[in-house]
């Protein structure tokens, strides 16, 4: 029904930047909500970033003034700015979204299968 696929991640230097983006596809009537979450070997998934279909944005302590989200609704695609990353962001990074399918106009929350961003010293 509908589907979520990200990419951009990979090997970076601490101190560098990247983009991770979650395109959505499928019968989508509306996308809602949308947010990162990562999770490291041994760690709990937390919430990095999230982002309303209005705009308003919301960030875990770790990242704040360092990574941004935003959302392009054309595109159905949400994207995480990374900047300035520390060895500890390494982890898998999960896009998720509040969506609304069609024809029959159910609420699902999908998952992508994540990518894997990896900081090195």
């Known amino acids: 029904q509908v589907q979520l696929v990200e990419s951009g991640g990979g090997l970076v230097q601490a101190g560098g930047s990247l983009r991770l983006s979650c395109a959505a596809s499928?019968?989508?009537?509306?996308?809602?909500?949308m947010r990162w979450y990562r999770q490291a070997p041994g760690k709990q998934r937390e919430l990095v970033a999230g982002?309303?279909?209005?705009?308003?944005?919301n960030y875990a302590d770790s990242v704040k003034g360092r990574f941004t989200i935003s959302r392009d609704n054309a595109k159905n695609t949400v994207y995480l700015q990374m900047n300035s990353v520390k060895p500890e962001d390494t982890a898998d990074y999960y896009c998720?979204?509040?969506?609304?399918?069609?024809?029959?106009?159910?609420?699902?929350?999908?998952w992508g299968q994540g990518t894997l961003v990896t900081v090195s010293s």
């Open positions: 499928g019968s989508i009537f509306s996308l809602n909500a």
């Open positions: 998720n979204a509040d969506t609304i399918v069609a024809p029959d106009y159910r609420y699902l929350a999908v």
């Open positions: 982002i309303s279909r209005g705009g308003s944005r």
